[in-house]
């Protein structure tokens, strides 16, 4: 499920390949991944028009068409773009698509369908509306020591919580804590200051390798550093720092893989 990183790589992906190029035609493949406009609406608002600039606020990626609309991006479970011309290869599950002049297509591209689009009239408001914390790529330190010792309940539960910070999911929770060496069961208002730091620090780093390293591209495992947990996020597979076996437990419902060397329980749980 695309999270922070990936996200931000089809922002930059969208700003290559999809701004400034004016909307000739539009189809949409299945009306079910629009969300409060009906094709014939955004056709209506699109065509003539052109995306001007991109932004990402934690999952949630806006497009600005011309001067203050935008189209909300949201990529569900299999959500991503595609970027082609005529005579190349239509990308499968091509839910929506853009057609721009010297026969090139931009596409929202979605095998699962979980994915939204959706005509917004203010970014802000619509942030608000959504009730999303901070973006995680943003947080300072002090913000999110405050966010985090507010918080009840297991800190793998808190990283994944959008109202706290938006754009961490299932994958990259596991991958922060690995790092920070935390167990996923920590109380979040547990942490001392020092552990906050290094969480806070570990945070950033996760998310920002993993977007320069290319995630939501399908070989981004083959290209991220040594002793990352993502490639081994398999039960029973090796621990990439002590080589003990990865273990999983479930945090409201989501499986969580660590290492129980590496991530040490809490005291009493
Ligand atoms: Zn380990």
Redesign the pocket.
Same mark, same amino acid.
């Given at each position: 499920m695309p999270e922070l990183p990936d996200v931000e790589n089809f922002r930059r992906y969208l700003e290559r390949h999809g701004l400034h190029k004016k909307v000739e035609g539009i189809k949409v493949g299945s009306a079910k991944i629009l969300k409060g406009v009906s094709g014939a609406e955004l056709t209506r608002k699109l065509k003539g028009h052109s995306l001007q600039s991109t932004r990402r606020y934690g999952k949630h990626l806006f497009a600005a068409v011309d001067e203050g609309h935008y189209l909300g991006f949201h990529f569900g479970l299999t959500g991503r773009f595609a970027h082609f011309k005529d005579g190349e290869e239509d990308p499968k599950h091509d839910r929506l698509r853009l057609d721009f002049p010297r026969r090139e297509h931009f596409a929202f591209v979605d095998q699962r369908l979980f994915g939204r689009v959706e005509w917004i009239d203010d970014a802000e408001e619509y942030i608000r509306n959504k009730k999303l914390g901070p973006d995680a790529l943003s947080v300072d330190e002090k913000t999110f020591r405050e966010r985090l010792s507010a918080k009840r309940g297991a800190l793998k539960a808190a990283l994944m919580d959008q109202s706290l910070f938006a754009g961490i999911g299932n994958i990259y929770s596991d991958e922060i804590l690995f790092h920070a060496k935390l167990h996923p069961k920590t109380p979040a208002s547990a942490l001392d200051v020092k552990a906050i730091k290094r969480l806070h620090r570990e945070m950033w780093r996760v998310l920002e390798t993993a977007v320069k390293k290319g995630a939501g591209a399908e070989d981004l495992e083959r290209r991220l550093p040594k002793g990352w947990l993502l490639p081994h996020r398999k039960k029973g597979a090796e @621990?990439p720092? @002590? &080589? &003990?076996k990865i273990a999983t437990l479930k945090v409201e419902s989501r499986t969580a893989y660590f @290492?129980p060397? @590496?991530q040490k329980a809490p005291e009493g749980g």
């Amino acid at each position: 499920m695309p999270e922070l990183p990936d996200v931000e790589n089809f922002r930059r992906y969208l700003e290559r390949h999809g701004l400034h190029k004016k909307v000739e035609g539009i189809k949409v493949g299945s009306a079910k991944i629009l969300k409060g406009v009906s094709g014939a609406e955004l056709t209506r608002k699109l065509k003539g028009h052109s995306l001007q600039s991109t932004r990402r606020y934690g999952k949630h990626l806006f497009a600005a068409v011309d001067e203050g609309h935008y189209l909300g991006f949201h990529f569900g479970l299999t959500g991503r773009f595609a970027h082609f011309k005529d005579g190349e290869e239509d990308p499968k599950h091509d839910r929506l698509r853009l057609d721009f002049p010297r026969r090139e297509h931009f596409a929202f591209v979605d095998q699962r369908l979980f994915g939204r689009v959706e005509w917004i009239d203010d970014a802000e408001e619509y942030i608000r509306n959504k009730k999303l914390g901070p973006d995680a790529l943003s947080v300072d330190e002090k913000t999110f020591r405050e966010r985090l010792s507010a918080k009840r309940g297991a800190l793998k539960a808190a990283l994944m919580d959008q109202s706290l910070f938006a754009g961490i999911g299932n994958i990259y929770s596991d991958e922060i804590l690995f790092h920070a060496k935390l167990h996923p069961k920590t109380p979040a208002s547990a942490l001392d200051v020092k552990a906050i730091k290094r969480l806070h620090r570990e945070m950033w780093r996760v998310l920002e390798t993993a977007v320069k390293k290319g995630a939501g591209a399908e070989d981004l495992e083959r290209r991220l550093p040594k002793g990352w947990l993502l490639p081994h996020r398999k039960k029973g597979a090796e @621990c990439p720092a @002590c &080589g &003990g076996k990865i273990a999983t437990l479930k945090v409201e419902s989501r499986t969580a893989y660590f @290492c129980p060397t @590496c991530q040490k329980a809490p005291e009493g749980g």
